[in-house]
């Protein structure tokens, strides 16, 4: 029997040695990779850093705005000094504040419409037509309602077709009608609503220069079809134009298209009918003859033009 103690005794004691090695061994493992701890503390040390500067950024960005604590006829008339000088995306900035700020001051309707003509002078066509249709839903009771209506035809219309447009000779008519048509019913809203407004004469003639550049552009497809034997879909188009369009100067080949169209397609009588009306509305006109219309100057590139 004191054997048998003398073997737990020795057995307890070589537990107590296993257990003090056990924890002996734990920090020599984690001491074996003082490198990628060196690596991953460097890496958050310069996380934190990087999110300090960042911050720090922000936060002195925010505090260059002087605005923020300009008065409402400071603001105004820092805004109206950048338009008076040709500083048109910043005065936008600033009558786009104004407006936002103090949305019921003395100033706010002003701002609202200055800020749509500065956009459209600096070239921001989106935001101008985000200002100025802001102003038509709020304001339809104003004095400057007539302006409004012919600001944004202004804005719609955009003619300017750049230096491409002007080496290649390129006109409304060869482009997407669908901001011609937007133009158009801006201007007709000042020409029926308002037909003393100075703005109405001018409003008139961007409608007929748009009207026959509609009518151009139809005219375009309707010759591109024949052209290619689709005389059905040509002759279609042309009376699209000859409905629509009834008084532009593409009607002359809109006659002529559909003239021809229906002498391709065997249909005799209409051809003759349509080209009695040709001579009637164009009795000086060689078309029929030639199928030559007087064309506008052409590029001496555009070889195509025949």
């Not at 005794?9 to 056990?22: F, T």
């Not at 338009?83 to 936002?100: H, M, Q, R, T």
């Not at 309707?222 to 532009?248: H, M």
Request: net charge neutral; proline share 4%; aromatic share 12%.
């Amino acid at each position: 029997m004191p054997r048998l103690k003398s073997l737990s005794v020795m057995s307890e004691l070589i537990s107590d040695a296993s257990l003090r090695l056990a924890g002996s061994t734990t920090p020599k493992i984690r001491s074996t990779h003082p490198v990628r701890d060196a690596f991953n503390l460097l890496f958050l040390l310069a996380s934190i850093c990087t999110l300090l500067l960042l911050t720090g950024c922000a936060g002195s960005e925010g505090q260059k705005d002087d605005t923020d604590i300009w008065s409402e006829s400071k603001l105004y008339s820092e805004a109206t000094d950048k338009l008076n000088s040709g500083d048109f995306a910043k005065c936008g900035k600033y009558f786009e504040k104004l407006e936002a700020r103090f949305p019921f001051g003395p100033y706010s309707q002003q701002a609202q419409i200055n800020a749509a003509y500065c956009y459209w002078k600096a070239n921001e066509q989106a935001q101008a037509l985000v200002a100025i249709d802001r102003f038509l839903k709020l304001h339809q009771g104003s004095p400057t309602l007539d302006y409004a209506y012919y600001l944004k035809g202004l804005i719609t219309f955009n003619d300017d077709l750049g230096w491409l447009g002007k080496f290649t000779g390129q006109d409304l008519s060869e482009r997407d009608p669908k901001a011609a048509k937007e133009a158009f019913e801006s201007f007709k809203a000042v020409v029926e609503r308002f037909p003393d407004s100075k703005y109405a004469p001018d409003s008139l003639d961007r409608m007929r220069y748009i009207v026959n550049s509609l009518a151009e552009a139809d005219v375009i497809v309707a010759r591109f079809y024949y052209q290619r034997g689709a005389y059905l879909a040509s002759a279609n188009r042309a009376q699209l134009v000859i409905r629509d369009y009834d008084r532009a100067p593409a009607v002359e080949e809109a006659l002529y298209l559909l003239t021809k169209s229906y002498e391709k397609l065997g249909m005799t009588q209409l051809s003759n009918d349509s080209a009695r009306v040709f001579k009637l509305n164009f009795p000086e006109s060689q078309m029929l003859e030639t199928g030559q219309r007087v064309q506008k100057e052409r590029r001496w590139w555009q070889i195509w033009i025949k």
